[in-house]
């Protein structure tokens, strides 16, 4: 196994003196489905299939209420789902009503262990064309 890279150009438009270089950047296989997720389970354990698929749209549904109903998610090995919320900015504290609130993004954070696992991680450079 082996995650495969690229050398791109930094490109600064911004500073007066910019950095000149480059930088590694993650190539990316692919995505891998749902389904082919719980093929790539099921071949590994006694469930099937459908019991993963079942299992992940469960987990998907649950998380999603939990994080609506304002908690923080936490899946041991995979890591924390938690939500941040964005509004306009006031002067006042009663300026602000609920309506006006937004999800402005769903965070992760992954969990130690998921993160310590990727150390062991080895990268080779993309061949260029």
């Known amino acids: ?10 490109k600064d438009n911004i500073s007066r003196k910019p950095k000149k ?9 692919g995505t891998i489905d749902t389904q082919t997720l719980c093929k790539q389970i099921a071949s590994c354990c006694a469930l099937s299939t459908a019991d993963m698929t ?14 609506l109903d304002g908690y923080n998610v936490n899946i041991e090995g995979i890591g ?12 006042k504290k009663t300026d602000i ?14 969990a130690v262990s998921l993160k310590k696992a990727m150390t062991k991680s080895k990268f080779i450079r993309e061949q260029y064309k």
């Open 21 to 29: 270089g480059y930088y590694a950047q993650v190539v990316t296989k």
């Open 54 to 67: 079942a299992a992940i749209i469960a987990l998907s549904q649950q998380l999603t209420e939990c994080l």
């Open 80 to 91: 924390t789902f938690s939500l941040s919320a964005e509004s306009k900015v006031v002067e």
């Open 1 to 10: 196994m082996s995650i495969r890279y690229r050398l791109t150009e930094v």
């Open 97 to 110: 009503r609920a309506q006006s609130v937004k999800v402005k993004n769903i965070n992760f954070r992954s």
